[in-house]
Every structure is written in C-alpha cells, then in structure tokens.
T-cell receptor, first 114, second 117 residues
Framework: NAGVTQTPKFQVLKTGQSMTLQCAQD?????MSWYRQDPGMGLRLIHY???????DQGEVPNGYNVSRSTTEDFPLRLLSAAPSQTSVYFC?????????????FGEGSRLTVL | AQKITQTQPGMFVQEKEAVTLDCTYD???????LFWYKQPSSGEMIFLIY????DEQNATEGRYSLNFQKARKSANLVISASQLGDSAMYFC?????WGGGGNKLTFGTGTQLKVEL
C-alpha cells in the first residue's frame, strides 16, 4: 500500500551544497513528475518523465536534474542549492501520460536552503 | 495569461451548508482534463474529482460535484453539507497535452476553505 514514497521528508542545506530527493512508486506507473510548491503560487512543474530513459523539462527546471533509469524511481538532484530553492517538493505519478487519470502524489519533502 | 485562475484566496462556510469554489481555465486544446485536489494542513495532496473535456455529464464523487461549463471555461467545485474536516486548501488543476508525448498538470493558486460551526 506504499504508492508514491518520497525521502527525505525534511532537509536543511547550506547554499552550494548538493542533494538528491528520492521518489519511488510501486504502481508500475509510466508517468512521473516533480513539482515545487511555494506560497501563493500553487504547484509548478520542474521535470517529468513518460517512461524509463525519457525525461523532459517542466516550467521551472533551472537548478535541477533528473534521471529515470527504472520505471519505479525518479530522483531529483539539486547540484548547487540556492535559497530560492527553499520550497516543498512533491513527486507525482500516473499510469499513463494521457490527459485523463489522476496524479498520485507523495507526501512532500520540505527543503530549506540557508 | 494564467492557465488556471482561482479568484477566491479564502472562503468561509457554515457547517452543513454547501459551498462553491470557483475555477476558470484557459486552453486551446480540445482534449484536456480538469482536477480538484485538497491539501489539508498536514500537507498531502488528495485527489477529489476529475472531469474530462468530452464528458457531457458533470462529475460527482460523494459530496463533491464539479460544475463544468465548457463554453465559459469554468470548472467550479461544489461541496455539499460541509464538514469541519473539509477545512483545507483546494487546488483546481488542468492536464493538457504538452508535446513530446508528455503532459503537465497546471495548478491554480488555491482557495483556503474554512468551515465554521
């Protein structure tokens, strides 16, 4: 009954440090994505993937890298953290990349960059 | 232009009454999906209801219904018989094709609903 699992749930970084937010789903979903949520701005798409080996940029990709080596995992990498990347990050997946079908969200990862 | 507009930053409703949360959207696609998600103070995103652009009937899920007016590009969420547990942030979102075989879910800025006794 795991669904979408994100780790860590909380993280504090110093400017310039790197880290990886992990995301795993056990529903055999093809489509996975990363969003960031900032106050007053809803959720904005960072990167998405329509299947293993395929990734593409969303609307706010700068400063983030992704890869999709397996169907299950979609990690998000911050190469050199900046205070502007302080946010809550959500990983989401859906069975297909079509316009129907809900996205299943992880519980979120709260990142603070000092 | 905003893809999804939620004009009510905050709403209050009395317990057991109905409330409508507004959402308008902008797209040139013929095929798209409209979603509502609930985010309680604990932070998780909970799927509530879905409406496809070709669906002729308004979607309903228990106490939630979606008032879909395609010509006006609106997709309002109606919550009947409000409960204290309905107090949360509510997001309207639209999923449309975005080239390369992918798509994205675009969110509005949300409406904070507070249910009062």
């Amino acid at each position: 009954n795991a669904g979408v699992t994100q780790t860590p749930k909380f993280q504090v970084l110093k400017t310039g440090q790197s880290m990886t937010l992990q995301c795993a789903q056990d529903m055999n979903h093809e489509y996975m994505s990363w969003y960031r949520q900032d106050p007053g701005m809803g959720l904005r798409l960072i990167h998405y993937s329509v299947g293993a080996g395929i990734t593409d940029q969303g609307e706010v990709p700068n400063g983030y890298n992704v890869s999709r080596s397996t169907t299950e995992d979609f990690p998000l990498r911050l190469l050199s953290a900046a205070p502007s990347q302080t946010s809550v990050y959500f990983c989401a997946s859906s069975l297909t990349g079509g316009v129907s079908g809900e996205l299943f969200f992880g519980e979120g990862s709260r990142l603070t960059v000092l | 232009a905003q893809k999804i507009t939620q004009t009510q930053p905050g709403m209050f409703v009395q317990e057991k009454e109905a409330v409508t949360l507004d959402c308008t959207y902008d797209t040139s696609d013929q095929s798209y999906g409209l979603f509502w998600y609930k985010q309680p103070s604990s932070g998780e995103m909970i799927f509530l209801i879905y409406q496809g652009s070709y669906d002729e009937q308004n979607a309903t899920e228990g106490r939630y219904s979606l008032n879909f007016q395609k010509a006006r590009k609106s997709a309002n969420l109606v919550i009947s018989a409000s409960q204290l547990g309905d107090s949360a942030m509510y997001f309207c979102a639209m999923r449309e094709s975005w080239g390369g075989g992918g798509n994205k879910l675009t969110f509005g800025t949300g409406t904070q609903l507070k249910v009062e006794l």
